[in-house]
């Protein structure tokens, strides 16, 4: 699989061998998609994005929506830290979210 986000907040998650369009959403940030990262969230596959509009977002692999955080600012990196941690990285440090099982999807 290979996801992208476009200028105006399109995502799409498309099949690498065939280029089959797997899933998309066409307003999935307000604004520029700038950082995507996969990984797992749970034990689920999920697709994490940011956008210019401060959202950092979990999808699953169809695109819809299982948790929002408004993170707020430019992100520069997306890095999962196992199955309920991630790491977003800006030009003033790191985060690091770690999500208690009762935040489950």
Known sequence: MVAGGSE???LAIWNFSTGEVRASHPRA???KVDALRFGSFFGRKVLVSRGID???R????DLTQPLRLDFGEGVN???PLGDDR???GDFGGLVVFRFPKSDRP
């Open 29 to 31: 940030h307000v604004g």
């Open 58 to 61: 979990f999808w699953t692999l």
């Open 77 to 79: 990196a997306i890095a």
């Open 54 to 56: 401060g959202m950092l």
């Open 86 to 88: 991630f790491a977003v």
């Open 8 to 10: 105006k907040g399109h």
